[in-house]
C-alpha cells in the first residue's frame, strides 16, 4: 500500500511557475512508475506526465513539452512536476499516481494506475 500526498498548489498569473510536489509514504516507492493526472471542471481526467521508477524514461502530454517537466528522488520518496509558462488553460485538480506492476512503463492511461493522491488545486489566472 502506498500513500500519496500532493503540495505545491495555488494561484498564479499566467505565465508563471509552479513546483508540484508528491510525497509517497512505504518503502518501495523506487519500485513505482509515477504518473501526474489533471481534471478540470466538467472535463475527464487528463494524462499530464510520466516517469519510470529511476528517472530513466519519461512521457509527457504532447502539448505540455517544453513546459512541464517531471523528475523524482527516490531517496525523498518524492515526485515534482514542474511547470512553467503557465496558461488559464492548465487550471485543473492535479494527482499523483503510482503503478506497481511496470515500473519501466511512463504509462498514460489512469486506469492502469494502482494509487492515487487526493490532488491540490492548480488555478492559472489571465
Known amino acids: 500500500q502506498v500513500q500519496l500526498v500532493e503540495s505545491g498548489g495555488g494561484l498564479v498569473q499566467a505565465g508563471g511557475s509552479l513546483r508540484l510536489s508528491c510525497a509517497a509514504s512505504g518503502r518501495t516507492f523506487s519500485r513505482y512508475a509515477m504518473g501526474w493526472f489533471r481534471q478540470a471542471p466538467g472535463k475527464e481526467r487528463e494524462f499530464v506526465a510520466a516517469?519510470?521508477?529511476?528517472?530513466?524514461?519519461?512521457n509527457y502530454l504532447g502539448s505540455l513539452k517544453g513546459r512541464f517537466t517531471i523528475s523524482r528522488d527516490n531517496t525523498k520518496n518524492t515526485v515534482y512536476l514542474q511547470m512553467n509558462g503557465l496558461k488559464p488553460e492548465d487550471t485543473a485538480v492535479y494527482y499523483c499516481a503510482a503503478e506497481r506492476n511496470y515500473p519501466d512503463v511512463t504509462e498514460t492511461r489512469a486506469v492502469f494506475y494502482d494509487y492515487w493522491g487526493q490532488g491540490t488545486q492548480v488555478t492559472v489566472s489571465s
Open positions: 516517469i519510470s521508477w529511476n528517472g530513466g524514461r519519461t
